[in-house]
């Protein structure tokens, strides 16, 4: 995959998924948070559904004090909910009705911070891999749910959707995550590209396609590297413009470190610290 290299957009561009920016943070109290994934019935073009998902979602989460996350990936839904309880209880009630999904299975819910920042974001992520094998890590999931396992719904979300290699210890549970990014051009997918070289270990590449009609695709790459330290190594390099579509943010605090690559720009270096923060 070809990955570009002036990949951010000019430094006015503030509202880069479209979203008033007024609304990017998280609200105090403890909230209610789901997940679930569905098997997709899309079959016209994805990123024209999800774009009225997105205008439906817009006029009433709002409203009803709810933020969500959609992904569609490897032929499913996963959609990550957060909000009152009975606000996500009603939109669930709505959503088992939606003929363009079936087979909804609940993976995930639990009562914490919030992590959303936005009423809606969603993505498109290129298929990587048979939608069975995504179809059976939904499964395990869901069993671990009705038996009473508790996670924290980002932890849930990148083991569904980002798994880790076969080879790394423990099923990579213990693995230390490490989110790259660079301040200019693509670094952090350059660093990644010759470690996974020098290692010979595969690199997932993936590209995310954003539901706001103005924004390109971004992409998001990560390594797995089984022997640094006792649980291995998973390092993402993230696109700048990244941050502010899809759920980058939200996972955040599942990293152990966020590594900025800087440059003699500062301007550049201050833009990309005040996106992390």
Aim: aromatic share 6%.
């Amino acid at each position: 995959m070809n990955h570009h290299h002036h990949e951010e957009p000019p430094p006015d561009s503030a509202n880069d998924t479209g979203w008033s920016e007024s609304d990017g943070q998280w609200p105090m109290r403890p909230v209610d948070r789901l997940i679930y994934a569905s098997l997709s019935r899309v079959d016209r073009s994805v990123l024209d559904e999800m774009r009225r998902i997105r205008d439906h979602a817009v006029r009433n989460n709002g409203p009803d004090g709810l933020r969500v996350g959609l992904m569609h990936m490897n032929g499913h839904f996963i959609e990550w909910i957060e909000g009152p309880g009975p606000a996500i209880d009603a939109l669930m009630a709505r959503v088992s009705r939606d003929a363009r999904h079936h087979g909804l299975q609940v993976i995930h819910r639990s009562t914490g911070q919030a992590r959303l920042k936005r009423p809606w974001i969603g993505a498109i992520v290129q298929a990587i891999e048979p939608p069975s094998l995504f179809a059976a890590r939904v499964h395990t999931w869901r069993l671990r749910h009705e038996a009473g396992q508790v996670y924290e719904p980002a932890h849930v979300w990148m083991n569904v959707c980002s798994p880790p290699a076969p080879d790394m210890p423990r099923a990579g549970e213990g693995a230390e995550r490490v989110m790259l990014l660079s301040a200019r051009l693509a670094w952090a997918f350059d660093l990644l590209r010759w470690l996974a070289g020098v290692s010979s270990r595969r690199l997932v590449q993936r590209r995310y396609a954003a539901s706001a009609d103005d924004v390109p695709d971004v992409a998001s790459d990560y390594l797995d590297l089984p022997d640094l330290g006792p649980g291995g190594m998973r390092l993402i390099a993230h696109a700048r413009r990244g941050l502010t579509m899809g759920v980058a943010h939200a996972l955040m605090p599942a990293h152990g470190a966020v590594v900025l690559i800087l440059d003699g720009d500062a301007e550049a270096n201050v833009r990309l610290v005040q996106k992390v923060l």
